[in-house]
């Protein structure tokens, strides 16, 4: 079933992302339907598939069904991708892609689908640990250094919301180097980090500006580290 289904993706990889050059994805975007680009997308499709699968006859129908839902799922896209958030369509369209090849190796297999196993407890604890260490997180760093205003500083020349993307990457790296037992990333993590705030710091004018970047960052480290912690504690007891 696995070998199925890394070759099934590998030729979704090939075809969606190795060979669709960016001028086909702009035309595409333009043209919707009507673009020629779509249809050589899907004969990229068919020619991996085909050669990944070695000309087998058996997988023919599984094939026919990716490419039509492929065209749906690529057509219904580029209608929404004026109205809807591009990164969120980004994702459900692979999402979607990712399905259909699921049920198409369920087609040649014996395997069933547990729908029951998702809600096991490791993968609940799996699921809260990552839902703490991210927005959980963040609302507690908010409250907890809200005390200081520093928006004078913070604020110039900076991306919208990037601390607080850059906190969450960092503490879920944080957390799955705690929880597979790799504290030797943590070290790392803080180092790399430390390199690149030193320029923030050297160039501060304002002691307050250094005490607050320290404070978030190991406050930040410290919840990960905390959660981490509080999961591996957790699941020994499961």
């Not at 005390?147 to 004078?152: E, F």
């Not at 607080?164 to 944080?174: C, D, H, P, S």
């Not at 030797?184 to 390199?195: C, M, N, Q, Y």
């Not at 501060?204 to 580290?225: H, M, P, V």
């Amino acid at each position: 079933m696995m070998s199925l289904f890394i070759k099934i993706f590998l030729a979704h990889i090939i075809g969606d992302f190795i060979f669709q050059p960016e001028h086909w994805v702009n035309h595409k975007q333009e043209h919707k339907l009507r673009s020629k680009y779509l249809y050589a997308h899907m004969v990229v499709h068919l020619l991996a598939l085909v050669i990944i699968l070695q000309f087998n006859t058996n997988y023919w129908l599984g094939i026919l069904i990716i490419l039509c839902s492929h065209y749906i799922i690529d057509g219904i896209k580029l209608y929404l991708n004026s109205k809807f958030n591009p990164r969120w369509l980004f994702a459900l369209d692979q999402l979607a892609h990712i399905a259909v090849i699921a049920f198409v190796v369920q087609m040649y297999t014996d395997i069933t689908w547990n729908i029951q196993a998702l809600f096991a407890p490791e993968i609940l604890l799996t699921i809260t640990g990552l839902l703490c260490v991210t927005k959980v997180s963040s609302i507690i760093m908010k409250i907890l250094i809200s005390k200081w205003d520093l928006s004078a500083f913070t604020n110039e020349a900076s991306l919208k919301n990037a601390g607080a993307y850059i906190g969450m990457l960092e503490r879920l790296f944080v957390f799955a180097f705690i929880i597979t037992n790799h504290w030797e990333g943590v070290g790392f993590l803080i180092a790399a980090k430390s390199v690149f705030r030193f320029g923030d710091l050297s160039k501060a004018k304002d002691r307050k500006l250094t005490e607050y970047i320290l404070i978030g960052t190991l406050l930040s480290f410290g919840l990960a580290i905390a959660f981490g912690l509080i999961y591996l504690y957790v699941i020994e007891m499961l």
